[in-house]
C-alpha cells in the first residue's frame, strides 16, 4: 500500500489544522493506520493509531484531548484533527499502514508514506 500523507503547514499557537493519510488505489478500512512524527533531533514518536477492526484508536499523552483520529466514509483516508496547536507539535507527520492489530509500536506498520511538515510558531 502506498500511502500519501498531506495538510501540513505553517500555523500559529492555538492554531488549528487537518492532515490527510491516503492510499493509491485503495480503501483504508481493513488496515490499522498509525500518525507519527519526529521533530528536529528528536526520535520519531506515535501520535495517534486508529484500529482495523472496532474502530480503537490510541493517542499519546502529549495530543489527548487536542487531536482526534478518524476515517472518512468511504474509508479512502484517515485524518488527523490537531486542534490547539502547541510549538512543542513542531515535526514532520508520518501516516503508516498495518493489517496486523493497531498499535503505538512504529515497528508494527509496514507502509509508511512521506512526511508531511508541521511547523507551529508565531
Known amino acids: 500500500v502506498q500511502l500519501q500523507a498531506s495538510g501540513g503547514g505553517l500555523v500559529q499557537p492555538g492554531g488549528s489544522l487537518r492532515l490527510s493519510c491516503a492510499a493509491s488505489g485503495f480503501t483504508l478500512d481493513h488496515y490499522a493506520i498509525g500518525w507519527f512524527r519526529q521533530a528536529p533531533g528528536k526520535e520519531r514518536e506515535a501520535v495517534s493509531c486508529v484500529s482495523n477492526t472496532d474502530g480503537s484508536t490510541y493517542y499519546a499523552d502529549s495530543v489527548k484531548g487536542r487531536f482526534t483520529i478518524s476515517r472518512d466514509n468511504d474509508k479512502a483516508a484517515v485524518a488527523l484533527q490537531m486542534n490547539s496547536l502547541k510549538p512543542e507539535d513542531t515535526a514532520v507527520y508520518y501516516c503508516?499502514?498495518?493489517?496486523?492489530?493497531?498499535?503505538?509500536?512504529?515497528?508494527?506498520?509496514?507502509?509508511w508514506g512521506q512526511g508531511t511538515l508541521v511547523t507551529v510558531s508565531s
Open positions: 503508516a499502514a498495518t493489517r496486523r492489530l493497531y498499535s503505538e509500536n512504529e515497528n508494527e506498520y509496514y507502509s
